[in-house]
């Protein structure tokens, strides 16, 4: 398994950027497609986005599409989230996962490892 830690998290108001950072360890980073999903306080956990293992491809939840870009640094085995334009409905704990010889699916129980999260609070 690879251990993950995000950061970056904070308290912003609307319109405002943040960037996430997920910084892996355990095993070959490469190895692994990367997801980042959220979950708002009394809702389910859902899909934000996602990356391939090389980083050539991408897939966005539509909510966030056009805001959200996902990368990633092998070299430094770390995977961003940059946020644009956030909208207080961006408010949630965010996590990143990562998926072994996977591709960047949008099912979290694909996913075999996952961050504690990083909280993005968006005030209004």
């Known amino acids: 398994q690879v251990q993950l830690v995000e950061s970056g998290g904070g308290l912003v108001q609307a319109g405002d950027s943040l960037r996430l950072s997920c910084t892996a360890s355990?095993?070959?980073?490469?190895?692994?497609?990367m997801g980042w999903f959220r979950q708002a306080p009394g809702k389910e956990r859902e899909f934000v986005a996602a990356l391939s293992r090389s980083g050539s491809t991408t897939n966005y939840a539509d909510s966030v599409k056009g805001r959200f870009t996902v990368s990633r640094d092998n070299a430094k085995s770390t995977v961003y989230l940059q946020m644009n334009s956030l909208k207080p409905e961006d408010t949630a704990v965010y996590y990143c996962a990562a998926y072994l010889y996977g591709t960047p699916w949008s099912d979290p129980r694909k996913y075999d490892s996952w961050g504690q999260g990083t909280q993005v609070t968006v005030s209004s």
């Open positions: 355990g095993r070959t980073f490469s190895s692994y497609a």
